[in-house]
């Protein structure tokens, strides 16, 4: 039989058997194009010289065992493997068997069945490549179709549509995703947009549980600002707004109003709600998932999401205009600060994201805060916002005068000594911040060191001190919060 088209690399620590093989392989008409005593350090000659296959001693020296270079070989090139052993341990086998070998081959190999096994190999390989051609066109097409080119240049930065572990839907519901896909996949897209998906953090937790670990997730949706461009270029001027106005009602207020939501997803069943950019990727953030990339493609945003834990599972998300929001206060102890809400609904799981994107601006406000609302613009600028707070105030989570509340994520970016410092003392209604006016983070810190260290000789005395000069610029240099 001529093999001599069958580029074999043969690794395996024994000297002898690993001459053995080599002289068996050439005997049998195979290329031997490479051979190694270890799996480490090999990408550079499995480049060079392009082999077929892979004949693997599972017992191998070294930091990387038979099995796990398997799991690179198959992770990385995706090229058949042939196991070798002469060790028939069951749970050995067992292992082994996991990673998908073509062959598990005792010692010593004969070879009749060393040249049937590697046949046999490639000729599945051969066949699964033209199976994987054939449905990667069938994807590539159906995406074009669906999402169009721009969004296929998208997801081509990001996955590989020859791996079997990626899979393409086009589904509103979480029944689809658990039923058919296989738990532990690479890549997941959605080209269904999530307005008309129902119970839309059900879904996302699904997403999340068959996707392995730093799993890619794409979707894609209209959000409230695309839908407005929309619905006012699409009518005629006067009618256009009267329509957006209803259709806002309609489909973003009444589905989150306790009194209306039943009714809504009974006619509708959930489909064309309204979304605001801040709450879908505020929804990927609470079950487990980090946006790497947001696109405009054909009216709608296109977001790259990867896995990066378990879902926060919110039972109690809240819509309306009071909320919670979840601070550190004294000795560390979580506190729940009231305030009405001036950022769109899931924008506190964004903070972290807001940050990487735009740092901060002076003041020590995030740069650029997409998560604020219109009319939570308004009620930063009059204080209006603020108000709730006096509910913390007589519950005696805070006092009146005192270092802001603040989320686990900014109290990060204070040094840990500082914030052991000031988890002394209870966080106050009224913060230096309006005192003092500083411009930058460290200004800030060092506006709170300056009041707690007062506050520490003179609590009363302080206190007084920093309200009325904090009074004096909010009515007369018009000191606010952004």
Not at 166 to 186: L, R
Request: with cysteine; charged share 30%.
């Amino acid at each position: 039989m001529e093999n001599f088209e069958k580029r074999v690399f043969v690794i395996d620590s024994d000297e002898v058997s690993l001459r053995t093989t080599t002289t068996l392989l050439e005997k049998s008409g195979f290329l031997v194009v490479a051979n190694s005593k270890t799996g480490e350090n090999i990408t550079e000659v499995i480049n060079e010289k392009k082999p077929d296959i892979f004949l693997l001693e599972i017992f191998l020296r070294g930091k990387m065992d038979g099995i796990e270079t398997a799991k690179m070989i198959k992770r990385k090139y995706k090229l058949p493997f042939i196991f070798l052993t002469s060790n028939e341990d069951y749970t050995t086998f067992l292992r082994a068997k996991q990673t998908g070998p073509s062959a598990y081959l005792t010692k010593p190999i004969e070879e009749k069945e060393l040249t049937s096994a590697i046949e046999t190999a490639i000729i599945n390989k051969n066949f699964e490549d033209k199976i994987i051609k054939t449905r990667k066109d069938t994807l590539l097409d159906l995406i074009i179709e669906t999402s169009g080119e721009r969004a296929l240049s998208l997801f081509n930065e990001y996955v590989d549509f020859e791996n079997p572990r990626t899979f393409v839907v086009s589904t509103s519901t979480k029944f689809n995703i658990d039923k058919f896909i296989n738990k532990e996949c690479e890549t997941i897209i959605n080209l269904k947009r999530v307005n008309d998906i129902k119970q839309l953090n059900k879904f996302f937790e699904s997403v999340n549980h068959k996707l392995d670990d730093n799993g890619i997730f794409i979707g894609c949706a209209e959000t409230k600002e695309l839908r407005k461009r929309r619905i006012l270029k699409k009518y005629i001027p006067v009618f256009n707004y009267f329509y957006y106005t209803l259709d806002f009602i309609l489909k973003r207020v009444f589905p989150k109003l306790p009194i209306t939501k039943s009714i809504y997803f009974f006619l509708t069943n959930g489909r064309n709600r309204v979304f605001s950019r801040p709450e879908v990727l505020g929804r990927l953030y609470s079950c487990g998932f980090k946006v790497h990339s947001e696109q405009y493609i054909n009216n709608h945003l296109f977001f790259v999401a990867e896995k990066v834990k378990e879902p926060s599972f919110d039972l109690h998300p809240s819509y309306g205009p009071l909320f919670s929001m979840k601070r550190v206060g004294k000795k560390g102890k979580t506190i729940y600060v009231k305030k009405f809400r001036t950022m769109h609904p899931y924008a506190e799981y964004l903070q972290e994201y807001v940050y990487e994107k735009n740092k901060l601006e002076e003041g020590g406000k995030f740069k650029n805060d997409f998560r604020i609302s219109t009319v939570g613009r308004i009620f930063r600028k009059f204080w209006i916002d603020e108000f709730p707070m006096f509910i913390n105030l007589f519950r005696g989570d805070i006092k009146l005068v005192g270092v802001r509340p603040l989320s686990e994520h900014y109290l990060s970016l204070y040094d840990e000594e500082f914030r052991n410092y000031r988890q002394k003392y209870k966080p106050g209604l009224v913060p230096p911040f309006y005192a003092d006016m500083p411009k930058t983070l460290e200004e800030i810190v060092d506006s709170e060191k300056k009041y707690l260290e007062l506050y520490e000789i003179k609590p009363f005395r302080t206190d007084i001190k920093y309200f009325f000069k904090a009074f004096y610029n909010i009515i007369f240099k018009n000191a606010r919060s952004r």
